[in-house]
């Protein structure tokens, strides 16, 4: 099993940026799929942005404000988010899965880290 360990959540004023980091312990991740998902209070997790060799798709609201990016040589993908809003507020969750497609569904990534919460200030 893949372990994904989320750090760089906090609180940030609105406006402000933050970025997240996440480790994958795995020996397939420049092939593997990762994606960004996030939670917030009495919500479904809904999708945010992945990554694959093909390159970034990104849900339509975090286009522009928010970045993915991955690190093969770290095992470490990213996400990095400006110009952030209240309503950006939640848990945000790492995902894996094997193999290059990207999808928006959680239920098509295997692997899940501990979250990491972001808090933003109006």
């Known amino acids: 099993q893949v372990q994904l360990v989320e750090s760089g959540g906090g609180w940030v004023q609105a406006g402000g940026s933050l970025n997240l980091s996440c480790e994958a312990s795995t020996r397939t991740f420049d092939s593997d799929t990762m994606g960004w998902f996030r939670q917030a209070p009495g919500k479904e997790r809904e999708f945010v942005a992945a990554i694959s060799r093909s390159g970034p798709y990104y849900e339509n609201s975090m286009k522009g404000r928010f970045t993915i990016s991955k690190d093969n040589a770290k095992n470490t993908v990213y996400l990095q988010m400006i110009a952030l809003k209240p309503e950006d507020t939640a848990v945000y969750y790492c995902?894996?899965?094997?193999?290059?497609?990207?999808?928006?569904?959680?239920?098509?990534?295997?692997?899940w880290g501990q979250g990491t919460q972001v808090t933003v200030s109006s």
């Open positions: 995902a894996a899965r094997r193999g290059g497609s990207i999808y928006t569904s959680e239920n098509k990534y295997a692997d």
